[in-house]
């Protein structure tokens, strides 16, 4: 979530919730908890989401609480009344008012998303153990908007993100395609992001684009067109929350193909402006034969005196020409070299020719599948294009043959933008630790049997943060024989120091270094 959103979720709040109390707060599962209100007359349900990658904040229709297999949270004020819905500015935290000192906070903080009441603004009680009780609640400032220069050896997106770090990444995705496509100058972008900041403060388009990914920016600031549009942002945000999973992944598998798309495209662009400027070769041609028959007429000199001579010019009468020489070769053997010289330019002239017409027509084809690809709205009917356009796959992207994983040789998925892989059996645990990269990180059960796991580094030499590496924990927990444990520990390292001893089990292998971590079993099909 980002705070321009919350700026309307709390209009929303202040509307519909009013004069209202907390009834209770719940947890009917992990990283999720259920603020359950009434004024009296009407019953609300708040939802917030903790899961990195998918915080989420939003009022969703009413059902009462479950009453087995939930925990209750925040009993000390139950039954309080709400005397006020305060969003911080420029930030991505909100609190309700409870009178007496008492707030409940909730913030949107990507990985660190987090519920907390506090008295006096010192914490009493947390929803995750993201933040500590007996802490001051650090109530800064906000983003400090177009407070940076522009830098032109920076792309379009981080100059965005420099002049409003509000921005979630898909509108900063959108809106440098969009910059790009128009040609826009860095003074017109500045310009424009102001409006943007300025039209967001005071109204709201929620609607999700036509490439998927989802904007509050009306269409007459960034026009592109809606695949669906939405009555308020808290229909937007709940939306988005439960369509989370199908979504984020069409959105990356698209992605993916798209780059690949548009880099085949940029490259054939490219290719033809050098081509299309492929006549100066005939010039060069003809120059390269004129110092050929200079040089041949005068053969009889034998060995050049220098690596520059002057001669008489045999085309412009009464002037006269110098030619570059090679010192080692006679000037008849100078000649044959401009010869060939002139031979090679008229031949690239002639491959150019050749080359334009099937050139444009393959980004031709490119950017026709480019339109194809931002229409498929669905899984399924991306995987049915994939199929069919197999072959065109293999050749654009990078890898995509026996080295890289095509769905059958072991689990893939992807996870907060990594791709992740999972073993399905002691011989494919091999195969998947032989076809890994170096920089991968490799992820087991520790002490049990069970899946090798993989997270996917595309040669990254770093570490990925740890709210994914325990999320994937999770999923090596469960893909092992600790699955029915409440905790187990998941060793995660390098897949560097991860080596197969010679005559070893199917499976079996040697970790170098290892660091552990305890986390629940998840199960990563659900």
Known sequence: MNYFELIYLMKEFKTNLSESW?????????????????????????????????????????????????????????????????????????????????????????????????????????????????????????????????????????????????????????????????????????????????????????????????????????????????????????????????????????????????????????????????????????????FGHILMANAHLGMPTSSKMTFDDLYNAGSEVKIPLDESKTIAENAQKYYSRSSNSLRSYEEAVERIPKLEAQVERMQQIEQDLNEINDMRSLQDWKKVNKDLLDEILPNSGSSQNDGSTFHEFKQNGYTIWIGKNARNNDLLVQTAHKEDVWLHARGVGGSHVIIRMNNNKNMPDMALIEQVAGFAAFQSKAKGSKLAPVIYTKKKYVRKPKGAAPGAVIVQKENVIIVEPVNPFK
């Open 22 to 290: 907390i009834e209770q707060a719940v947890t009917p599962f992990k990283n999720q908890l259920g603020v359950f209100m009434a004024n009296g007359e009407e019953s609300f349900r708040l939802i917030f989401n903790g899961s990195p990658g998918n915080a989420a904040l939003f009022l969703d229709s009413y059902r009462p609480a479950k009453k087995s297999n939930t925990q209750q949270f925040f009993e000390g004020v139950h039954g309080r009344p709400i005397k006020d819905f305060v969003l911080l500015e420029n930030e991505r935290m909100l609190f309700f008012d409870l009178g007496k000192g008492k707030k409940l906070w909730f913030k949107l903080f990507g990985n660190s998303a987090n519920v907390f009441l506090t008295k006096d603004d010192i914490i009493e009680e947390t929803f995750k153990d993201r933040d500590d009780i007996g802490e001051k609640v650090l109530q800064n400032t906000g983003a400090d908007l177009f407070d940076t220069e522009w830098d032109e050896d920076r792309s379009i997106e981080q100059n965005i993100r420099k002049q409003i770090p509000l921005f979630p990444k898909g509108w900063v995705e959108s809106l440098s395609e969009y910059y790009v496509d128009e040609n826009f100058s860095s003074d017109q972008i500045i310009d424009h992001l102001k409006k943007i900041d300025e039209s967001l403060r005071a109204n709201a388009s929620p609607r999700i684009l036509k490439n998927g990914r989802n904007t509050i920016i009306p269409f007459e600031l960034l026009p592109i067109e809606d695949k669906m549009t939405f009555d308020s942002v808290n229909d937007l945000v709940r939306y988005r929350f439960k369509n989370y999973a199908h979504d984020q992944r069409l959105h990356q598998h698209r992605n993916e193909l798209l780059k690949a798309i548009k880099r085949q495209i940029k490259r054939g662009n490219s290719s033809l402006k050098n081509l299309y400027q492929a006549d100066k070769g005939i010039e060069k041609a003809e120059k390269y034969e004129q």
